[in-house]
Nanobody, 121 residues
Framework: QVQLVESGGGLVQAGGSLRLSCVAS????????MGWYRQAPGKQRELVAE?????????TYADAVKGRFTVSRDNAKNMVYLQMISLKPEDTAVYYC?????????????WGKGTLVTVSS
């Protein structure tokens, strides 16, 4: 069974940087979308960044993080990363790693337990 574990969260001042990591165990074959969501208290979970696999991978970013966050992956290690720079207080949230297939009927949609990022002003 697929399990995802995030790490790298913490407390940082505005303008600082953090790098989040997510490692997947189990079979992730055919899972072609990998990335990050976040959820702040009282708000809905939202997409932060993701990679859709393909001959030319597609990178998707939320408007709020474009130019500041970079998502990357290492398929050999079954890992996904989120490099965050110029952090803002509004980036404070629990960040969740997500692996899923583009076709929901396959039932492949996995989540980590999250890692907390707190940005102070």
């Amino acid at each position: 069974q697929v399990q995802l574990v995030e790490s790298g969260g913490g407390l940082v001042q505005a303008g600082g940087s953090l790098r989040l990591s997510c490692v997947a165990s189990g079979s992730v074959f055919s899972i072609n979308i990998m990335g990050w969501y976040r959820q702040a208290p009282g708000k809905q979970r939202e997409l932060v960044a993701e990679i859709t696999s393909g001959y030319i991978p597609k990178y998707t970013y939320a408007d709020a993080v474009k130019g500041r966050f970079t998502v990357s992956r290492d398929n050999a290690k079954n890992m996904v990363y989120l490099q965050m720079i110029s952090l803002k207080p509004e980036d404070t949230a629990v960040y969740y790693c997500n692996f899923r297939d583009y076709n929901p009927s396959y039932g492949m949609n996995y989540w980590g337990k999250g890692t907390l990022v707190t940005v102070s002003s």
